[in-house]
Structure formats: structure tokens, C-alpha cells
């Protein structure tokens, strides 16, 4: 259970190489997140788009290093802090991402 106050929040990082900054935005009732969403954004326009979760580019060249897409990665992640996780194991082929997802959560539940 969360010590937060029914309500939205979020955290964000520093733009990576790409230019996309990881945002992580939850919502909490009753000490519990019913929704969560991580995601990369750019807001300048580039050959990956401005989303990295809808980003055929970006997913397919994810999936060739790694085996792993980042859109799955996400959804897994998101699945994991709704249902009560406050923090997702490892990843296998999204380590970066499953870091940066617990980093952001950390920054919310300690206000940072």
C-alpha cells in the first residue's frame, strides 16, 4: 500500500540520445495504483516518432537487439504496478527500462 494521497502523479527523465524522456504517470485510490502508464515521448518530430511505445522503428530495432519490444516491456511493467507492485523485476531484454520504471516509481513514492 502507497502513502499517497488519492490522486494523479508522474516523473519523468532526462531525454535520452534520441531525444525521448521516459515518463511514468500512475493513479492512486486508496493507497493502491489503479493506473499506470510508462512511456518515452519526444515532442520534436524524428524517424522514431514521438511515442517509443508506438514506434514500429523503434520496437522493431528493440526487438533485433534484444528479442524483447519495448512495447511489451511497458505493458508488462504497467501490468506489475497495478497490481500492486511497487517495484518490477528485470526484464529480460529491457533491463534499461525496467530500471528506469523503478527509478520513476521511486521518485513518486518518495516525492522526488
Known amino acids: ?6 490522486g494523479k502523479y ?5 531525454p535520452d540520445a534520441r ?4 515518463t511514468l504517470e500512475i493513479e492512486v485510490e486508496k493507497g ?3 493506473s499506470a502508464n510508462l512511456d518515452a515521448t519526444n515532442p520534436n518530430p524524428n524517424p522514431y516518432g514521438s511515442h517509443k511505445s508506438t514506434s514500429e522503428r523503434y ?3 528493440m526487438f533485433a537487439e534484444s528479442g524483447t519490444y519495448y512495447r511489451d516491456a511497458v505493458s508488462e511493467i504497467n501490468s506489475a504496478f497495478e497490481s500492486g507492485e511497487l517495484q518490477v523485476d528485470t ?7 525496467s530500471q528506469e520504471a523503478n527509478e520513476l516509481m521511486n521518485n513518486i513514492i518518495t516525492g522526488n
Not at 531525444?19 to 521516459?22: N, P, V, W, Y
Not at 526484464?91 to 534499461?96: E, F, M, N, P
Request: charged share 20%; glycine share 8%; hydrophobic share 35%.
Open 1 to 6: 500500500m502507497l502513502n499517497l494521497k488519492d
Open 10 to 14: 508522474s516523473s519523468s527523465k532526462q
Open 19 to 22: 531525444g525521448f524522456s521516459s
Open 32 to 34: 493502491e495504483v489503479v
Open 59 to 61: 520496437n522493431d530495432e
Open 91 to 97: 526484464i529480460s531484454g529491457a533491463t534499461v527500462i
